[in-house]
């Protein structure tokens, strides 16, 4: 049966005539809640609902108009039915519920059904509490770049493994290639709420051994998680078109929350893009969340491990596990019991990764796992040792927030310059890496304009519409592939010397490691398509390499080296090379101040240019 409260309207409404009267004299369809459970937002045109599936509306011109889908809405709940298939009341039971509320609806004057599948989704489900789920960015999965949101009920039996998933995201097999980046932007995919057992949800992402897991347990009660859950009823199978920045997996979850907490203000917050880490930050800021468990991958906890393994222990752990050919048992070294008991748990951990790969055939990863634990089992129960927790890092809310401002100056070619940039996601290498994901560079946006001394006015230095690195760091146990890619455009140096906007296309692939004195080394192999005026033919193409480190010294200072050496051609061919040295000093969790100095040869020409920049993020 469904919930009664507390009616706003004292007088029982007993007839459709009385109860549509009286929705018209408290101008309901004004309420905010009303808007909520429509989806409806304000627009240049007026007033529409983000939902584009017809079936969601009962109203011809529901989608736009809120007073005539609440007209609609109410006739419906009075319509004679013969099962609740055909019920409104069964189909939209958030509306009905708020309405009978508001109005006061006497029951017995509705044709009310027992509505059964409502109550057995929540027999199904058991919600007893709600958890917001950030399982972190992971730039090789392009739908993931920015992480993913999503949220978890938990069942009154306490069971993580038997808790539902509930996420909103985009129905395509596609997932990587230009396709998938254009329809997604655009809103070609259609996009539907899923709810899932939060296993069987995880195991859709193929990257899950690399992505850690942050937790953020939601306070709501009781009538709070019911009026989502019959939310979440009203839009099964029910259509909207994706947009990846905008209406996207984050965005979406607004409006869950919203309607389990009538008041609360989210949705209408965002005009522009939506990031999934400032999602959360909107929902901490309404006081929504309760707590933060971190959850390590897989991979994190193979890292772990072996980093508290010398290089033999490793290799014995790797043969454990079967990588490669296995010519025997291994041979385990001589130490501690609680030595071997780690070089064990690595072996453990490794073999099912591979296994969860695909690298492994099911009957060979049995008894190989059979080895390992019975080999584990001699050893007995680890010692308490707090160096084998592994360290939980800083949690995403506590980094910096991704959106920035730079201010500064600097010369190049001896002329003094003043610059202004504005970017509005995400992370720069040179930013500090607190809740972010070392390695990992994500840039969306990014407008610089110089204003030079000979010339006061201002001029377009660069657009980097697109500029993502990710150096993932190879070792014994992963062998990952660092690449780069940035498109947008750049100010580029020409025969004469001179500066001139060209379109800059610059892919790259390569290897990365982690050296203790060097920190995170790498070298890639790049081309470049660049095109404008400044060149023969308006294009060239240039092919070569780079080579750099990146370490940080203490808490708050990161420096990065480089050098960059191109030949490009087809026609008139030139050679580009540059050496560049980055510096960055945290001032504190949304500041920072940088210095750049660089050296660079094109055609014949050198020049030198040293910039400093302040940056505020917001």
């Not at 690399?210 to 937790?215: A, Q």
């Not at 906007?501 to 892919?507: K, R, T």
Request: glycine residues 8%; aromatic residues 12%.
């Amino acid at each position: 049966m469904l919930v009664r409260y507390t009616a706003v309207h004292g007088e029982e409404c007993g007839s459709l005539e009385q109860a549509l009267s009286t929705a018209r004299q408290l101008k309901l369809h004004e309420d905010p809640y009303w808007h909520v459970l429509l989806h409806y937002r304000k627009g240049f045109l007026g007033i529409e609902s983000l939902v584009d599936d017809p079936d969601f509306f009962l109203a011809p011109d529901g989608k736009t108009s809120p007073e005539a889908e609440l007209d609609a809405t109410i006739r419906a709940f009075f319509d004679p039915v013969e099962d609740e298939k055909s019920s409104a009341v069964c189909r939209f039971a958030a509306r009905y519920e708020w309405i009978s509320e508001r109005l006061n609806l006497d029951p017995a004057a509705l044709p009310v059904p027992g509505c059964r599948s409502i109550n057995d989704f929540l027999d199904r489900t058991r919600p007893e509490a709600v958890t917001l789920v950030f399982p972190m960015a992971h730039l090789n999965s392009p739908a993931s770049m920015y992480g993913h949101t999503l949220l978890t009920i938990e069942t009154t039996n306490k069971s993580r493994l038997l808790a539902y998933s509930v996420s909103y995201s985009a129905t395509t097999r596609e997932t990587f290639g230009p396709s998938f980046a254009v329809k997604s932007i655009v809103g070609l995919y259609p996009g539907y709420f899923s709810v899932l057992p939060y296993y069987a949800k995880l195991q859709e992402y193929s990257d899950v051994d690399h992505r850690d897991i942050w937790e953020y347990p939601l306070n709501l009660t009781e009538p709070e998680i019911r009026r989502m859950m019959l939310h979440i009823h009203e839009l099964d199978s029910i259509a909207s078109d994706y947009y990846f920045f905008d209406e996207n997996c984050s965005y979406m979850l607004f409006f869950l929350l919203e309607a389990a907490r009538p008041g609360v203000m989210l949705s209408e917050r965002i005009h522009g893009w939506l990031i999934p880490l400032d999602s959360i930050r909107m929902i901490h800021d309404q006081g929504m969340i309760a707590g933060v468990t971190y959850r390590p991958s897989r991979t994190t906890k193979i890292r772990h491990l072996s980093s508290r393994l010398s290089v033999q222990e490793q290799e014995s752990s790797l043969a454990l596990a079967g990588r490669g050919a296995r010519d025997g048992s291994p041979e385990i070294p001589e130490g501690s019991q609680q030595g071997q008991r780690q070089l064990y748990d690595l072996a453990g951990e490794y073999l099912q990764y591979l296994y969860s790969r695909g690298e492994v055939p099911e009957d060979i990863y049995q008894g190989r796992l059979l080895d390992i634990l019975e080999g584990r089992s001699r050893l007995g129960i680890s010692q308490d040792d707090p160096g084998e927790q592994i360290p939980v890092p800083v949690q995403p809310l506590n980094g910096h927030h991704s959106n920035r401002l730079a201010l500064g100056a600097g010369f190049k070619r001896s002329e003094f310059f003043q610059e202004v940039r504005i970017r509005p996601a995400y992370h720069h290498l040179m930013d500090n890496d607190d809740g972010y994901i070392r390695g990992a560079q994500l840039i969306f946006a990014d407008i610089a304009v110089r204003f030079y001394s000979s010339d006061r006015k201002g001029v377009l230095e660069s657009l980097d519409v697109i500029d993502i690195t990710s150096l993932t760091p190879r070792d014994r146990f992963f062998h990952p592939v660092s690449w780069k890619v940035k498109t947008g455009f750049t100010r580029k140096a020409g025969e004469k010397d001179e500066d001139r906007l060209v379109y800059q296309i610059n892919p790259g692939g390569g290897l990365a490691f982690q050296n203790e004195r060097a920190g995170l080394v790498y070298v890639m192999a790049e081309t470049d398509l660049s095109i404008g005026g400044v060149y023969e033919n308006d294009y060239t193409i240039g092919a070569g390499g780079s080579a750099g480190a990146i370490r940080a010294v203490g808490d708050f200072w990161k420096a990065h080296g480089y050098v960059r050496d191109l030949y490009y051609g087809p026609w008139n061919g030139f050679n580009a090379f540059e050496a560049v040295l980055q510096n960055s000093l945290t001032l504190g969790r949304n500041q920072s101040v940088s210095l750049d100095v660089a050296r660079r040869k094109v055609y014949s020409f050198y020049h030198t240019e040293v910039k400093f920049l302040w940056n505020l993020f917001f």
